[in-house]
């Protein structure tokens, strides 16, 4: 069983963090447009910077038969975690999937080919389980359960047992956030679109198609 079942029963409260980043770009943006021909940028470097995050930042498309959800894939601040998943989603292994697990106000988790919660991917090569060492950063807010819509990977009571599992968050479950080596789920993404289909979706819901472009 991925994803231990004890948290479903977990009630817990959290403030979305305030992306201090994200204001002082939105500044320099501003500053910019209103900037005289040939004056000095003092935010070009962080207008710089914000573009090649997002540049690094791709959108996965995730077609369900409840409708379509985009989400953005933090590959900077989760290179591990995100470099597993589009992986899979290159190979085509999420297509025709399930969601085999729903709990309401928490999480819909799917990415399990044998549909039960028991599975991962199975490497050709090796004919074995290829899992991933647990990816956390505490000091990262993009990285926290902080609200619906939370992209992470599921796994088992073994810290560096992730596979092929995710979840979506259907609300705030900071309790998932690691509070120490080992502690926590990996979180790797976040809904840009669509948070409404997945506030929809439930146990036996179908992943139809998901693309990386």
Do not use: W
Not at 20 to 27: C, D, N, Q, R
Not at 44 to 62: D, F, G, Q, W, Y
Not at 100 to 122: A, K, L, T, V, W
Request: glycine share 10%.
């Amino acid at each position: 069983m991925r994803f231990l079942d004890y948290f479903k029963a977990a009630n817990t409260k959290a403030v979305v963090p305030v992306m201090v980043s994200t204001i002082a770009t939105l500044l320099a943006v501003s500053v910019v447009n209103n900037s005289p021909v040939g004056a000095a940028n003092p935010f070009k470097h962080t207008l710089l910077a914000a573009k090649e995050s997002k540049a690094n930042e791709p959108i996965v498309t995730m077609v369900t038969n409840k409708g379509t959800i985009k989400f953005r894939v933090y590959k900077d601040d989760a290179p591990i975690t995100s470099a597993n998943f589009l992986d899979l989603v290159q190979k085509g292994f999420y297509n025709g999937l399930t969601f085999h697990r729903y709990e309401p106000g928490f999480c819909i988790q799917g990415g399990d080919p044998n549909g039960n919660g028991s599975g991962g991917y199975i490497d050709p090569q090796t004919h074995n389980e290829r899992t991933i060492k647990l990816e956390v950063n505490p000091s990262n807010p993009k990285l926290s359960h902080d609200a619906a819509g939370v992209v992470a990977m599921a796994r088992s009571g073994n810290p560096d047992s992730a596979s092929s599992q995710f979840y979506f968050t259907l609300g705030p479950a900071k309790f998932l956030d690691s509070t120490g080596p080992g502690q926590g789920y990996a979180v790797f993404g976040r809904v840009t679109e669509g948070l409404e289909v997945v506030k929809a979706l439930r146990k036996g819901d179908k992943i139809v198609k998901v693309t990386d472009k």
